[in-house]
């Protein structure tokens, strides 16, 4: 079965901090990959979608090897605010490309 | 302002009861899906929709129905086949059908089994 697997953490971090989150992806014919957050008890919202040359939007920095099978979000000068669950998506094969695969998410904690 | 509406926001039902959940958007897009997350877990796809009037199944269909006779509607039936229906219910749509584009969700209801 092709899945999308992440740390669910908790990684708890102080404010100002850098921290990183991989994902792995089993399906090596994916081409769109995204990060999404979720608050408690909130829908998923998108972060941002990831290229291959990588991309950086504010604080937030998303890379993709391709060789490796590998996405990565790194989350610069945290902020209480950060605090969510982080969930990387891959789009899946079978029946259509639409498809996404959502990770169980990598759960963020930003202390004072 | 465009979006994705989904009611009503908390829903209780008893056991060997339907429920059915309401699923609209403006943002005329063509793909609509339905998810459902269990506490600590990921989304898991029950339907989808690429166009009006056809759906296909998605992982975990069994104990629900879906229709779609109009592109902005896609509402969800939890039939009292469903074994275990409590969970938070998440509707999404995109712009391509079966084209690999983000996703946009709902607000989700969550469901109690009384």
């Known amino acids: 079965r092709k899945e999308v697997e992440q740390d669910p953490g908790p990684f708890n971090v102080p404010e100002g901090a850098t921290v990183a989150f991989n994902c792995t992806y089993s399906?090596?014919?994916?081409?769109?990959f995204f990060w999404y957050r979720q608050d408690c008890r909130k829908e998923p919202k998108l972060l941002m979608s990831?290229?291959?040359s990588g991309n950086e939007d504010g604080r937030f920095t998303a890379q993709l090897n391709r060789a490796s099978q590998y996405i990565s979000l790194l989350i610069r000068d945290s902020k209480l605010s950060d605090s969510a669950t982080y969930l990387c998506?891959?789009?899946?094969?079978?029946?259509?490309?639409?498809?996404?695969?959502f990770g169980k998410g990598t759960k963020l904690s930003v202390k004072p | 302002d465009g979006g994705i509406t989904q009611s009503p926001k908390y829903l209780f039902r008893k056991e060997g009861q339907n429920v059915t959940l309401s699923c609209e958007q403006n943002?005329?897009?063509?793909?609509m899906y339905w998810y459902r997350q269990d506490p600590g877990q990921g989304l898991r796809l029950i339907y989808y929709?690429?166009?009006?009037?056809?759906?296909q199944k998605g992982d975990i269909a069994e104990g629900y129905s879906v229709s779609r006779e109009k592109k902005e509607s896609f509402p969800l039936t939890v039939t009292s086949a469903q074994k275990n229906p409590t969970a938070f219910y998440l509707c999404?749509?995109?712009?391509?059908?079966?084209?690999?584009?983000?996703?946009?969700f709902g607000p989700g209801t969550r469901l109690t089994v009384l």
């Open positions: 990831v290229y291959s």
């Open positions: 929709s690429q166009i009006v009037n056809d759906f």
């Open positions: 399906n090596s014919a994916s081409q769109s």
């Open positions: 998506v891959v789009n899946g094969d079978g029946g259509s490309q639409g498809n996404l695969i």
């Open positions: 999404a749509s995109n712009w391509e059908a079966g084209g690999p584009s983000e996703q946009f």
């Open positions: 943002l005329n897009h063509d793909a």
